[in-house]
């Protein structure tokens, strides 16, 4: 059974456990969509520590996190930053609860998420739970993304 709860990269061993799926759940996306220069992936633990996000974790038993998501949020508006999901954990509704527990702080506020445009997985996840796709970008040279919003 997986648990949520709210947790801290400052707390250590945590945040080096969080750092850890993070580097595993970009590499598979950066497979994905053929291209490494996401820049979570290549993330310090003291970068990862700096952001001002706030972070839940999925649990499934006394091992590490088996995912986490972390947001941004304003009066009006939650950032989902990152979504990550251990690969050995993939595709059993992790990521998936960590959105829907995002969503249900949301408040009626608009949610926003952006993923690699070829990140199909990432892409069903979103479209799945409601979320409008707003537009495709090309952030820097040959690295596309895609934009969604939710209003909760």
Request: proline share 5%; glycine share 10%.
């Amino acid at each position: 059974m997986v648990i949520i709860k709210t947790v801290s990269p400052h707390d250590d061993p945590l945040g080096g456990q969080l750092l850890a799926v993070q580097k595993a759940a970009y590499a598979v996306e950066a497979e994905l969509i053929g291209d490494d220069r996401i820049p979570p992936l290549h993330e310090s633990l003291a970068e990862l520590r700096a952001r001002d996000l706030l972070w839940l974790a999925a649990f499934d038993g006394d091992a590490g996190p088996a995912g986490a998501i972390a947001w941004a949020e304003s009066s009006d508006e939650l950032d989902i930053d990152r979504l990550v999901v251990a690969p050995s954990m993939a595709r059993r509704g992790i990521g998936r609860a960590l959105v829907e527990a995002v969503l249900a702080r949301a408040g009626g506020r608009r949610v926003v998420v952006s993923t690699g445009r070829d990140n199909v997985p990432a892409r069903r996840l979103y479209e799945g739970l409601g979320f409008t796709l707003l537009g495709e970008t090309e952030v820097i040279p040959k690295l596309w993304i895609a934009g969604y919003a939710l209003v909760s």
